[in-house]
């Protein structure tokens, strides 16, 4: 008996012993075991917009959910294989994979995805959780779910928003084209788009596009009138039982239709649809993810999170709207406007901002440069200036000094060469009384040679002693006479003085005298010295021409007398013909510079002018013209001018 209550003692220890030992390592196969994700797609899985969603949805479950998340998906295509929804087979095929294997959640994507699940599946893996995605009402009741079902539902209006942005892009439409496949998913999207549309206003008529072939909708979609606003609801299937991925011919009835093109899918606007209020697949992969989590790690007991809605949000295309002339300004607030093409100031902003700092740098530069270079031109033309009136201050006081130093010469020659003149004179009526006395002992031919030497003597001497007395008075500013002059005579006396020099020269001086010529008023001696100084100038001029030759002209014209000399030499050259008549200009080597600048101050004395031409046949012509009847202001005798006072006018000087 004790030997059995032993042996019992034992065994119980050992059950013991072993309970407690095999209960933690179940306990920690249980903690290691990853949490097991199975998604069943409505449709294939392997579409772009699944495949935005799926990527999202593993991302936000892997990282909210602790410890490794293994994922299983089952396609069940009901849209090519539509009474599979009930086969026994795919249940027990289900059974068979999934019961003992042990799943924590299910997602069902799409409606009819989510009826299989809680209609076929409660049994093969019951009181699993089970978060729907993608489903819409009215398809979709959520208020006939089961407790252990949750996830995100798009409401019965979905196309309302879509209908109304539409509206305000293009508020002048007649009518509303709605375009959608024959399968149950697309009939169910054209009626809900459908009953959108009274909201909006009766003037709108509605036409529906449901179950043709492609080859069938896309020439009746031509046909229509631009002026409508297009949707596309859904179109998996034709009225043949083709059935089709949206996405891949979305683009080819876009393009077909005659105006814009509104969608409720986010993944076809890029397609060719102009937007509308999309539902985003990458965008509800990441919100059905948090949903999966919060169920995943919700703590045992607590009931399942309630349903939630599936917000829409308002996308355009960019290139469409431009494409069909649509204001930005009829979009809802807040629409997200893809692929807008960025202007050049977007896209070039840097290198227009560098092109614009470096051009602004360059102005910027240039203009300093040209204020400096203004300013520099302006100092330089100022030191210029200065630089040239100091030189013209320089040239007048030594103007003046020369001008009283001539003033002093004159009066100093006038005062010394009175006495030998005097004495010629003196000499020579003596020698001419002599010869007088001594008619008998002198031959006939010899005494009248005598007297004519001892008259000319005695008459240039008269000449040479009556131009020292004008010179002097010219200097010092005295009154001269006034009577009538002779100025042929003048002409005729210059010729005759000068006729030694016209010798010595190999000179020839011709008169050509106006034998009408009236007498003008005035100084005679005066008129001497001008004639006498042009001729000499003439004789200097024409020197160096093989045949020398002055003549010396007079002509009575318009109540004026014109004496003019002309000669065969250089001419005026421009550099000389400006600086003519400024005293001590000069271009000869024993030059004094002051012959012209006495003839135009004796000329304008008289009231008369001077001009300096080059001839017609070369040579220079000095013109002096007088009037005839002069003004009966007093004269004044003639003054030296410090400066010169010339001024050109055709080819003149006066
Ligand atoms: P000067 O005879 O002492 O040089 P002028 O005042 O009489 O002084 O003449 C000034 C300058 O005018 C001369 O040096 C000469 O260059 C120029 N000139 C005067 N007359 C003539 C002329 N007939 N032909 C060419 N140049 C002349």
């Not at 093969?124 to 398809?139: D, R, S």
């Not at 040679?449 to 010179?471: N, P």
């Amino acid at each position: 008996m004790s030997y059995r209550l032993a042996d019992r003692a034992a065994l119980l220890a050992t059950f013991i012993c072993l309970v407690c030992t095999s209960a933690p390592r179940a306990n920690a196969q249980e903690a290691t075991r990853p949490t097991r994700v199975l998604v069943l797609y409505q449709q294939q899985s392997e579409t772009q917009p699944m495949l935005e969603f799926a990527q999202r949805l593993r991302t936000t479950i892997s990282t909210g959910v602790k410890g490794p998340v293994e994922f299983y998906q089952e396609a069940l295509d009901f849209d090519r294989f539509g009474g599979r929804e009930q086969s026994s087979p795919l249940a027990g095929y289900f059974d068979d994979k999934y019961r003992r294997f042990g799943i924590d959640v299910i997602i069902p994507v799409g409606g009819r995805a989510l009826r299989f699940a809680v209609d076929r599946l409660a049994n093969v893996l019951p009181n699993v959780p089970i978060v729907f995605a993608l489903c819409g009402e009215p398809q979709t009741d959520p208020a006939d779910q089961p407790a252990n079902v949750t996830g995100r539902i798009a409401p019965a209006q979905r196309f309302a928003p879509t209908l109304w942005m539409a509206t305000r892009l293009q508020p002048n439409a007649e009518r509303v084209v709605v375009i959608g496949g024959a399968g149950p998913a697309d009939s169910a999207s054209v009626a809900t788009a459908v009953s959108a549309i009274p909201a909006l206003g009766s003037a709108l008529q509605t036409t529906v596009l449901q179950g043709l072939s492609l080859d069938v909708l896309l020439p009746r979609l031509r046909k229509l009138s631009r002026n409508s606003i297009f949707i596309f609801a859904n179109y998996r299937q034709d009225g043949r039982g083709q059935t089709f991925e949206p996405a891949d011919i979305i683009g080819s009835i876009a393009h077909a239709a005659p105006g814009p093109m509104y969608t409720q899918l986010g993944t076809y606007v890029g397609e060719g649809p102009v937007g509308g209020s999309v539902l985003r697949f990458d965008d509800e992969g990441v919100r059905t993810g948090r949903l999966v989590v919060r169920v995943l790690n919700r703590r045992r007991g607590d009931r399942m999170p309630p349903i939630e809605s599936i917000a829409h949000t308002f996308v355009a295309d960019w290139r469409q709207l431009q494409h069909w002339g649509l204001p930005d300004a009829g979009l809802p607030a807040g629409t997200e406007v893809l692929f807008r093409e960025p202007t050049l100031w977007q896209r070039y902003r840097t290198f227009i901002l560098l092109a614009l700092g470096v051009i602004a740098a360059e102005l910027l530069l240039i203009g300093a440069l040209l204020l400096e270079r203004r300013l520099r031109i302006r100092a330089q033309a100022i030191a210029e200036e200065e630089q040239h009136r100091a030189a013209e201050t320089r040239r007048q006081i030594t103007h003046i000094g020369r001008v009283a130093l001539v003033g002093e010469l004159a009066a100093t020659m006038s005062h010394e060469l009175r006495q030998p003149l005097a004495a010629i004179l003196n000499n020579a009526e003596v020698g001419a009384r002599v010869v007088r006395r001594n008619v008998g002992k002198l031959g006939g031919e010899e005494r009248e040679l005598c007297a004519e030497i001892f008259s000319a003597i005695i008459a240039d001497d008269a000449l040479a002693s009556d131009i020292i007395t004008r010179v002097r008075a010219l200097v010092r500013k005295e009154e001269l006479p006034q009577q009538p002059v002779d100025l042929n005579e003048m002409c005729r006396t210059s010729a005759r003085v000068l006729q030694y020099d016209a010798r010595t020269r190999h000179a020839k001086i011709t008169l050509s005298l106006d034998p009408r010529l009236p007498p003008v008023t005035g100084d005679p001696v005066q008129f001497q010295q001008v004639v006498l100084n042009l001729t000499l100038n003439a004789l200097d001029a024409s020197a160096a021409t093989a045949h020398p030759c002055v003549d010396i002209s007079t002509v009575a014209r318009d109540g004026e007398v014109e004496i003019a000399v002309r000669d065969n030499g250089v001419g005026l050259a421009e550099n000389v013909r400006q600086h003519l008549f400024e005293s001590f200009f000069t271009t000869k080597a024993h030059g004094l510079g002051l012959g012209l600048p006495i003839v135009q101050s004796i000329v304008e004395r008289h009231h008369g002018r001077v001009r300096a031409e080059n001839g017609e046949q070369g040579g220079a012509v000095f013109r002096v013209m007088v009037p005839v009847r002069q003004s009966p202001r007093r004269a004044r005798a003639p003054r030296l001018r410090f400066g010169a006072e010339t001024s050109a006018s055709n080819g003149a000087v006066r």
